[in-house]
């Protein structure tokens, strides 16, 4: 029982110095199709991501976490976000093309091995918000396919910009 009690603390400090004091936010949500098949994306699936901006005056960058299986057909990905605000009104929506493989030799992009391939891209650099409260972002698949097959997961990260 004194291990563990001595144990504690060590390890407590050992998750405090994992975090990243920059880091406001980061989700991300595994995708299935809606008969529960795995690593689909359905064109109906729009996975919406809640994060809380406590400072107008400061400017963050948002990426789009993706992560594929090395299956997928394509050699990009097509992501249409809606941010809307503390009011419930539209901010932006815009149309991201994200290269997951290069075009040329197919060769996969992102940071993995084997099959499975995780990407950060940078969708809002140095973002502005002008309020403070709970801002939401709604992620839609717009590669004209009912069923995106190979799409692992999505999900968003905030950070603070780095001036």
Not at 59 to 73: K, L, P
Not at 93 to 115: A, N, V, Y
Not at 131 to 145: A, S, W
Request: hydrophobic share 35%.
């Amino acid at each position: 029982m004194r291990f563990f009690r001595r144990l504690l603390p060590v390890l407590g400090l050992g998750l405090l110095a994992a975090c990243n004091p920059n880091e406001v936010y980061e989700k991300n949500t595994d995708l299935k199709s809606p008969l529960g098949e795995p690593y689909v994306w359905a064109v109906q699936e729009k996975p919406a991501f809640e994060f809380e901006i406590p400072d107008t005056t400061q400017r963050y960058d948002v990426y789009f976490n993706v992560r594929n299986a090395s299956g997928y057909e394509y050699y990009n990905l097509y992501v249409r976000h809606t941010l809307t605000g503390p009011d419930g009104k539209p901010i932006s929506r815009l149309l991201h093309q994200m290269l997951l493989m290069d075009p040329q030799t197919g060769e996969p992009r992102g940071d993995g091995s084997g099959d499975i391939f995780d990407h950060r891209f940078l969708a809002l650099p140095n973002q502005k918000f002008s309020q403070t409260g709970p801002y939401k972002i709604v992620l839609e698949q717009y590669m004209r396919q009912d069923q995106l097959r190979g799409i692992m997961a999505v999900g968003v990260r905030v950070v603070k910009h780095a001036q």
